[in-house]
């Protein structure tokens, strides 16, 4: 069965400060690959995915991803952050024909002036 | 409106009570799913059906119905309600084809008391 796994509950960044959210996946081939980002109140909006090629995908809002295959990895990355991506954000890995969808817990960030 | 709606956004219901969730979406995607949203757990998949007419189980499907007469709708109904049963329900949708991405409901906060 395949899993995802975000360490970190929640970060706390500075605005201006980069970013890394942490992701590990668990699954016997590669995976479809999502982050999605959650505000309060609001479903989820797509940020980037992963799904062959390339292992540095760009996204939106300036958000760029990782994928390392030897990690089982699939970071979250932002040079400089703005208060405006304070949200939670969810990792997540599809690789059946139903397409469904398996999700992290989530990371909560929290941005400071 | 064009997208993915879901009715009610508030409900507040009693233990036992049946409820029914509305998920329409008019892109007249193929896949559409049910996850419930709960602190720690990130969103868990309930239900999801591939096609009308075609649902399966997914995660937690327990105590929870759905049907698909239409392609453009996919009704939750908690038969019974319970107080595990309080969360937050979120709708999804996804067309055929490579792109694997779901597209999201603003969601429904049902509190069982």
């Known amino acids: 069965a395949q899993s995802v796994t975000q360490p970190d509950i929640h970060i706390t960044v500075s605005e201006g400060a980069s970013l890394e959210l942490r992701c590990n996946y668990s699954?016997?081939?590669?995976?479809?690959l999502f982050w999605y980002v959650q505000s309060p109140g609001q479903g989820l909006q797509l940020l980037l995915k992963?799904?062959?090629?390339?292992?540095l995908v760009q996204g939106i809002k300036g958000f760029e991803a990782e994928f390392k295959r030897s990690q089982s990895s699939f970071n979250l990355r932002k040079p400089s952050v703005h208060w405006s991506d304070a949200a939670e954000y969810f990792c997540?890995?599809?690789?059946?024909?139903?397409?469904?969808?398996?999700f992290g817990s989530g990371t909560q960030l929290t941005v400071l002036p | 409106d064009a997208g993915i709606t879901q009715s009610p956004r508030y409900k507040i219901t009693e233990t036992g009570r049946q409820v029914t969730l509305m998920c329409h979406q008019t892109?007249?995607?193929?896949?559409m799913f049910w996850y419930r949203q709960d602190l720690g757990h990130g969103l868990r998949l309930i239900y999801y059906?591939?096609?009308?007419?075609?649902?399966d189980k997914g995660e937690v499907p327990d105590g929870y119905v759905v049907s698909r007469s239409k392609t453009e709708n996919f009704p939750l109904t908690l038969e019974s309600a319970t107080r595990s049963q309080t969360s937050v329900y979120f709708c999804?949708?996804?067309?055929?084809?490579?792109?694997?991405?779901?597209?999201f409901g603003p969601g429904t906060r049902l509190t069982v008391t």
């Open positions: 059906s591939a096609a009308a007419d075609i649902t």
């Open positions: 892109w007249s995607h193929s896949y």
């Open positions: 992963y799904f062959s090629g390339d292992t």
């Open positions: 997540g890995i599809s690789s059946g024909s139903a397409r469904q969808l398996t």
């Open positions: 999804a949708s996804s067309d055929v084809g490579g792109s694997y991405e779901q597209y």
């Open positions: 699954y016997g081939a590669t995976p479809y």
